[in-house]
């Protein structure tokens, strides 16, 4: 009788990193639309939302689920989007995206977007660690379903939230970024209503 052998865990996935460019129009300006955690059912007013937008780009932060998603996504704008913990399948997706916001020759802003870069309010070190060489100044991530705007690490972190099926109490939404006048504003937008969703203090903005 053979003796049983001990089975071998799966080696570790590599992690993938790849890089994007979005330009700023000639009058400085910039809207991206910014989703997460569809989990192959994004809510059936979430393309509406979305095209009434107009966005230059859409950002889907991972835990996509049927690939399909991005296809109907990539009707309304070119899409980026990274894999998230339950996209396995998704081989050919980045595990983060350094996506550089290019106005003329020079970089106005350096974006990472990846799944899962938050403990709580906290930024992981790695995550941290990841956007530090990059040179990005800001973390878009999903993973929670939780809507977040905050800063840590000297970075800011932006959870757009899940248009995906409903966990718990949380929304249903989905985030804008925009570039105007020198400025980054980043907010949310209730899929439901279309309305804006900022239930504590007005949307983010940066210099």
Same mark, same amino acid.
């Given at each position: 009788?053979? @003796?049983? &052998? ?15 460019? #979005? /330009?700023?129009?000639?009058? +400085? ?9 569809? $989990?192959? &059912? ?5 393309? =509406? ?5 107009? @966005? ?8 996509? +689920? ?7 996504? /990539? ?5 980026? !989007?990274? =894999? ?9 997706? @980045? ?9 003329? +020759?020079?970089?106005? #802003? ?9 403990? *709580? ?7 941290? &660690?990841? !956007? ?7 973390? %878009?991530?999903?993973?929670?379903? %939780? ?5 840590? =690490? *000297?970075?800011? %972190? ?5 248009? +995906? ?5 949380? @929304?249903?939404?989905?985030? %804008? ?9 980043? =907010? $949310? ?15 983010? &903005?940066?210099?």
């Amino acid at each position: 009788m053979r @003796p049983v &052998q001990p089975s071998k865990k799966p080696k570790a996935r590599k992690w993938l990193e790849s890089q994007a460019e #979005l /330009a700023l129009s000639e009058q +400085g300006e910039l809207r991206v639309v910014v989703v997460a955690d569809t $989990h192959s &059912q994004p809510h059936p007013l979430a393309a =509406r939302r979305i095209e009434a937008l107009s @966005p230059s780009a859409i950002l889907h932060a991972g835990d996509i +689920g049927n690939l399909g998603v991005l296809d109907e996504l /990539a009707q309304i704008a070119r899409v980026i !989007a990274v =894999r998230g913990n339950i996209d396995e399948r998704a081989s050919d997706l @980045p595990d983060s995206v350094t996506i550089a916001v290019r106005a003329g +020759g020079e970089t106005a #802003l350096t974006l990472l977007l990846m799944h899962i870069a938050v403990y *709580g309010p906290r930024i992981r070190a790695d995550a941290a &660690q990841r !956007a530090g060489r990059h040179g990005a100044r800001m973390i %878009v991530c999903g993973h929670s379903h %939780v809507p977040f705007i905050g800063k840590d =690490r *000297g970075l800011t %972190v932006f959870n757009p939230g899940s248009i +995906g099926p409903r966990r718990f109490h949380l @929304p249903i939404v989905f985030g %804008v970024l925009e570039i105007a006048a020198g400025k980054l504003t980043v =907010r $949310h937008v209730d899929c439901e209503t279309g309305e804006a969703w900022n239930p504590a203090s007005p949307p983010f &903005q940066a210099g």
